[in-house]
């Protein structure tokens, strides 16, 4: 095969019709070919990362092994595709133009006036030219027409032009509604967002119509004629029961043939793909504060998921602010097991303590994820240790009793204009605690994103395991510079990280933690 070639994915009609999921699907049924795929997922805003957007809007941070805060599709390429991404696959526009204007003040330009054309699209078509691989999948946030998303739209019409003939194949994403009122799928959206696209410059290879039900072929024959591409090319994509059946389900409708046919490429008519059945009898409650939208723990749900869990139910931890432990008990005595995952600030933190209190006494599995790991070792010692109102300093500056603190090296790193640890850490499992069989093995590597650490100053009681071996305390199960698990291992389950081994979980192999909590959570007895 004789050079790159690029897929490049836009959206018409509205957002979050599944583009990520798309080009993630693709890229895993263009590896099972034995390609090597490579990806980046553009986004225009004007951010540098993502690393600063609120979870209810925009949905969750995901974080690579090194430390790059990134939107949350990299999580669907790391589980569709079974490898680790980096800052190098996501482009946003507000890392576009901070390198134009360095560029500009170093004098790169040589005293040319800076300008969209050529300068930033430049810069783009060097990013999306420079990511390894055999076949680039480039997806484009955002819908055609939103004005932030013009000089990347651009870009790739370019792109297709500078590049060898049929090394670049475009497909645009698009929404059908089927009307029930009328028995019909309604293609105009479609059509309009093709002739928006087509006014810039751009013609479609092939559209992929996502809708609430199976497209028929009279719905596929109008979008085709009316935007200039044969109706083999017009692939239905319906709402599936499961994210994980969409590649096959394009496998099944062809789309690979097609692809490969005009880039170039031969393909073969076998595709293996371990989908999960999601079968377990069990019931999760997540108890989050970002409830906006499932998308804010979108890991952490498709980590359960891949652990053969079904979606757990995402509960607010505010409204436990305002119960009493025997109606907050009433809510959470129907789940299985509960899950605290990561966050900031301090609103529906009491709620969460509450919760933890009532797993730790009634003993219902608990898995604590950072943040939720910091509130079970608070909750340990306001009600185990009777240290009174002990507190994190993230939350109350003034406690008597900070048992969560800020470190030192980490006040030294905010002065210099960092505020996390980000990125992958390894840390030394304790053996003979619950941890280490879930691992078995002596070391790990998990991926951190948090400022608040446990201070063991103000706790000289919480140990190591293997200098307590009292197991109704809560010990110490994995630590590296700072502790990174906590246990109390005479509980079904009861652990608590410092780190998020959600991002590492991958179809046909979910994270080890997740699957154990949800393998304990079916065990009933």
Known sequence: MNGKRFIIITGGVISGIGKGTTAASLGRMLKEQGLKVGVLKIDPYLNIDAGTMNPDQHGEVFVTDDGYEADLDLGHYERFLGENMSAKNNLTAGQTYFSVIENERKGKYLGSTV?????????????????????????????????????FLEAIRELKLELPRNSVFFIHLTFVPYLSVTSEFKTKPTQQSVQLLRRIGIQPDMIIARSNRKLDEKAKNKIALFSGIRPAYVIGLEDLPSIYQAPERLFLEGAHFKIGGYIGLDMKNEFKWNIPKCDKKVSIALIGKYTGTDDAYKSVIESLILSEAPKPDIVDSEIFERYDDERVNAVLEKYDGLIIPGGFGSRGIEGKIKTIKYAREHDIPLLGLCLGMQLMVVEYARNCLNLENANSTEFDENTSYPVIDMMEEQKRILKMGGTMRLGSQEARLIKGTVLYDIYGRDKISERHRHRYEINLDILPQLKTADTDPEPSNMRISAISQFVEAVEISNKRFFVGVQYHPEYKSKVGSPHPLFKRFVEVCANKS
């Open 115 to 151: 300008q969209i054309i050529p300068h930033l699209t430049r810069e783009i078509k060097n990013r999306i030219t420079n990511v390894e691989g055999d076949v680039i999948i480039v997806e484009i946030g955002g819908t055609v027409g939103d004005i932030e998303g013009e000089v």
